[in-house]
């Protein structure tokens, strides 16, 4: 029976082709911009770690010892080094990394101009705890983290850049004045939302160049280019290992991994633990102040999904259905141009089911038809967008957003066509022989 309202609907876009061609191209616009928009909002919104979001947590305490009201509303977003010291000698987490940005001249070898790298200070349990996929080697170990050792993990766009693509583990790297040999190749990674650097430009950002251990900092003095905030006196210090140990300003990003809601609490206590006793040194005036948030909560506060971009999937999705109720006059005009045939065939013994199925086919192939165009619109607008605006991730057709606009082009026909099909199978066939 599909088969046969199939043809039936086919012949009948063929023989109204620029109705038919009209139709399509209503469709095409309302379900190419609504498959855009919902494709951003699901590119930011979607679970960077499906079923391991929920153990890995963002952690933050109140060191501020002033009065502004941008730390009245809660924790500072990053840590100082003292406190990330501090916090990370507990061994509650199954795993645990401070993270910060910073910016180091690349010396490559055969006398290649030097250039500034984008530099991501890690620790061991950053690559396993974040996924991170390897083209070649792997990350260092834990023991690499306390010397530190003089190792690195670079991306695959570097080591094309370097080494020509070829496997460059165990090969040196020249990083300021120092020498690095490479343990591993991150594969073509590049995350739509870097969600492990939710604080500082998360979006429309590619993954650093140079993973090295974090407790360089220290020795390369090196400086963080990420935000950060003082939290009190800074003082001053003739070494830079001392300032780092005694300075307030927060500057490094902590993520635990607690596998479960008694670990989650569990830390929590400790956290607590540490605050207090720092608050009875002197610090912590609001010792009480302190989150522990899994990565996709963290993520919302953040607004890393913007409002505009939640707006604007919900104002695509009215536009699809304006669009569509503004069809239902072209398809009720070409429905009842054949009403005649249509009471020809009700004397003749078909049912109104069988009508109104047929003409609610039709409008469906003809929404199908429209989806498929609207598709194409979507992949171009994205390729443009991909291509000439900087602060997008990526945005690319998935399969979940191929079924998406299969779905929107289909609930599309049924607005656009319930209500013609209906009024053609409900005019008595009497009345349409009576009118030849």
Request: aromatic residues 8%; hydrophobic residues 45%; contains cysteine.
């Amino acid at each position: 029976m599909l088969g046969y309202n199939l043809r039936l609907a086919w012949k009948s876009v063929r023989r109204h082709p620029v109705l038919s061609t009209l139709i399509v191209l209503g469709i095409a616009l309302g379900v190419g911009v609504a498959t855009t928009f919902i494709t951003i909002y699901h590119v930011l919104a979607r679970d960077p770690l499906p079923g391991k979001s929920d153990k890995i947590h963002y952690v933050r305490v109140n060191n501020w010892q002033g009065l502004t009201p941008a730390t009245e509303e809660g924790p500072p977003p990053k840590l100082a080094y003292r406190d990330m010291m501090g916090l990370m000698k507990s061994d509650i987490p199954v795993r645990q990394t401070a993270t910060a940005a910073a910016q180091l001249v690349v010396r490559p070898e055969k006398g290649a101009r030097p250039f500034r790298g984008r530099i991501r200070l890690a620790m061991s349990d950053f690559f396993p705890m974040f996924d991170v996929p390897f083209l070649y080697g792997s990350g260092w170990d834990r023991q690499a983290d306390g010397k530190p050792e003089a190792v690195a993990v670079i991306s695959a766009a570097l080591n094309d850049r370097l080494f020509g693509g070829e496997n460059s583990v165990g090969r040196k790297l020249r990083v300021e004045d120092r020498e690095f040999r490479i343990l591993g190749v991150i594969d073509h990674w590049q995350p739509p939302v870097r969600y492990y650097d939710i604080v500082d430009n998360p979006v429309g950002v590619e993954v650093e160049d140079i993973f090295l251990p974090f407790q360089w900092v220290g020795p390369m003095e090196i400086r963080n280019t990420g935000m950060q905030m003082s939290g009190g006196n800074e003082g001053n210090f003739d070494n830079f290992i001392d300032g780092l140990n005694a300075s307030e300003r927060n500057w490094v990003q902590l993520w635990v991994e607690l596998p479960d809601e008694a670990r989650r609490k569990e830390y929590e206590s400790v956290v607590a633990a540490y605050i207090s006793e720092q608050h009875k040194a002197g610090r912590f005036p609001r010792w009480q102040d302190f989150l522990v948030t899994s990565m996709l909560a963290f993520m919302e506060e953040r607004e890393v999904v913007p409002p505009q971009a939640r707006a604007l999937a919900l104002i695509s999705l009215l536009f699809l259905t304006v669009a569509a109720v503004n069809l239902i006059g072209l398809f009720l005009g070409k429905f009842l141009a054949k009403a005649s045939v249509v009471g020809v065939r009700r004397a003749l013994g078909a049912s109104r089911r069988a009508i109104f199925l047929q003409h609610l086919v039709e409008a469906e192939l003809v929404a199908l038809i429209g989806g498929v165009a609207g598709l194409g619109l979507a992949v171009l607008t994205m390729a443009l967008i991909n291509r000439g605006v900087e602060d997008v991730p990526p945005l690319h057709i998935n399969g979940l957003m191929v079924l998406a606009a299969v779905g929107l082009s289909l609930a599309a026909g049924a607005i656009a066509g319930v209500y013609p099909a209906w009024r053609i199978c409900a005019i008595p066939p009497a009345r349409h022989l009576k009118n030849q």
